[in-house]
């Protein structure tokens, strides 16, 4: 796949968006546009916000078990959702329904070190595994994408739980940006951070 990014082509994360880094979830959601998708998650209180840096204090104020702040923003005929410590973006529930007629690529990462990459296509979830422990993969298609995990910078290698994971920790959320630009053909940039314009609102978190 040429000209698909790597996990080092993300390293301007760590210079202006530490605070998203350490606990986000993003979502590129293919064929519905933000109000569409807003109103399909059952959004609620809509209000415009530019640049994803904007996004970090109203989430933290709303976000409890039941609801989290949710950003959105057009980018060619996807929509990225932006969630500072939010994860409605890996909740089945929420995601599975959604993806009905299209595709939805979303990765997560909280403080505790728990994570998640997940493609849904169709009302099935495709792929879903812990960037962590890549070697650990599930889904109706587990291997589907292997040469493009290990291309975007994921250990395939079964890793130990107790070793130190540090230097390749730092890597993964690069890497979750690369693959999920192999899987939509959108890539992230500081300039699409800074300008974009997002639709936002406050988004109830799906029970089960």
């Known amino acids: 796949m040429t000209g698909m990014t790597t996990a080092a082509d993300y390293t301007w994360l760590e210079d202006g968006y530490e605070l998203l880094t350490e606990a986000y979830c993003l979502t590129l959601v293919r064929g519905l546009a933000p109000a569409e998708l807003l109103r399909e998650l059952g959004v609620e209180g809509r209000q415009r916000i530019t640049g994803v840096a904007g996004l970090s204090g109203p989430s933290y104020e709303v976000h409890t078990p039941f609801q989290l702040f949710v950003g959105a923003t057009a980018i060619q005929d996807w929509t990225l959702m932006v969630e500072f410590n939010g994860y409605l973006g890996v909740t089945d529930e929420a995601m599975l329904p959604l993806s009905r007629g299209r595709r939805v690529v979303s990765h997560f990462l909280n403080v505790n070190a728990v994570d998640r990459f997940c493609w849904y296509e169709d009302g099935d979830l495709r792929l879903h595994f812990e960037p962590l422990f890549a ?52 890539r992230l940039t500081p300039e699409l951070f800074a300008g974009a314009e997002f639709l936002c609102g406050v988004a109830p978190v799906p029970r089960g």
Not at 142 to 167: I, K, T, W
């Open 135 to 186: 070697d650990a993969r599930h889904g109706s298609r587990p291997d589907e994408l292997v040469a493009e995990m290990r291309e975007s910078g994921f250990d395939l290698s079964e890793r130990d739980e107790d070793e130190d994971h540090d230097d390749y920790y730092a890597s993964l959320t690069g890497a979750s940006l690369a693959l999920a630009h192999r899987l939509t053909g959108i």
